[in-house]
Each structure stands twice: as C-alpha cells, then as structure tokens.
C-alpha cells in the first residue's frame, strides 16, 4: 500500500457516459497527478495540482476535467470518451512540487470506452 | 525533445544478473528515477540517481550513469522471480521540474 488509493479500479463505459475517477491520498502530500498509460506507449502526464491549483495541462482534450477540492481529493471527471481512451488511469502524490519528488502512485485504474 | 527510450522485454534466469537500459535525451535533467510496476499495482520508486553522480548502490540494486551518452542503467543482482514486473525509466522534464517523462517500461520475466 502506497498510501494512495483509486476507485473504480475498473470501469466499463460507453461513448455518450458521463462517469468520474476519484483518487486519495492519506499522505498529507500538496501536489496530485493524472497519469495516462496505453500499452506499449510512455506513461503520459495529464495534470498535475499543488495545493488545489493546477500547473500542468498536457494539451488534454476537454473531455478530460480534472477537479481538486482539497489536497487529499483529485478527481478525473470523463464524457463523450473514445475508444482510444481505454487505459490505465494512474494518480500519484508527492509531497511538494520540485526537481527531486518521489512520487507515490495508486493502483490505477483500468477505464474501458466501448 | 524529451524522449526516454527502454527495450520492451528482458527475460532472465533466476539467480542471474539483469540489466534494464534506457537512453535519454535532456542532458539537464537534475534526477533519474527507476519505477517498478508489479501486476495490478501502481508505480513504485525503486531508486533515483543524481546527474552528477556515476553509480549508486542500494543492496541488490546498481544505478549507472552515463552522461555523455545519455545512458542509464538498472543492473538487478541475484534475480528473483518477485523482481518479475515492469521497470519504468524516468527523467525530469527540462523546462518543468515537476514533471517526469517516463520511457515505455521493460517487462523483467524471471523463470525459474
């Protein structure tokens, strides 16, 4: 246990659904990541918050929303997905935000768009 | 741009040596970071390296460091079959250093 949990770990959903990702963490850490990651394919870093604001949006289309309402909660709210969204959803926290960051990720996870 | 670059698969005898490669090609980046994923799990810090250093040692774990060719390695001793997973590579991202770009992962497959 890493100390960052996700829920669902699965999720089946189809193309016109409106379903949400939620992650915690219990490590009292101040900055949150989304991580996409697609076989075969580098982990990809989708958002990232620090003390509830985000810093980083990686060019993610829309139908990706992120909300952090406080620094222990980060969703991924998903509508109108695409097949090729199918992956492993993977949150992780860290502490603070800076050039050495041990980042602690939750078990992810694993999103079907059919 | 930043790119990390790792072999897809590396499959061992248990109780040999292992040794998971990966290139880079920001030579700014402060730290590289070795991630393993075990099967249904997230990613875990296996060990980090400092870019000024060549070698760090952490028992059955060496990190070696290449600057010149932007090389990394993962050397794992006495291979066990619970070091089977995926190993992810990782750098800081030159101009954010909150970010990590990570390479494709190698799946390590132990056999008996």
């Known amino acids: 246990e890493t100390g960052v949990t996700q829920t669902p770990r699965h999720l089946v959903m189809g193309m016109t659904n409106k379903k949400s990702l939620k992650c915690e963490q219990h490590l009292g850490h101040n900055a949150m990541y989304w991580y996409k990651q697609s076989a075969k394919k580098p982990l990809e870093l989708m958002f990232v918050?620090?003390?509830?604001?985000?810093?980083e949006n990686n060019s993610v289309p829309s139908r990706f929303s992120p909300e952090c309402p406080n620094s222990s909660h980060l969703f991924l709210h998903l509508h109108t997905l695409q097949p090729e969204d199918s992956a492993l959803y993977l949150c992780a926290s860290s502490q603070d935000s800076g050039p050495y960051n041990e980042q602690f990720f939750g078990p992810g996870t694993r999103l079907t768009v059919l | 741009g930043e790119d990390v670059e790792q072999s897809l698969f590396l499959s061992v005898r248990e109780g040999d040596s292992s040794v998971i490669n990966c290139t880079y090609t920001d030579s700014s980046s402060t730290y590289l970071y070795w991630y393993k994923q075990e099967p249904g799990a997230g990613l875990q810090l296996l060990t980090y390296?400092?870019?000024?250093?060549d070698m760090k040692q952490d028992q059955r774990l060496t990190v070696l460091l290449n600057k010149k060719d932007k090389h990394l390695s993962l050397r794992i001793a006495d291979t066990q079959t619970g070091d089977s997973a995926i190993y992810f590579c990782a750098e800081n991202a030159r101009y954010n250093t909150d970010k990590l770009i990570f390479g494709t992962g190698t799946r390590l497959q132990v056999f008996p």
């Open positions: 390296i400092f870019s000024n250093m």
């Open positions: 918050y620090s003390l509830e604001e985000r810093v």
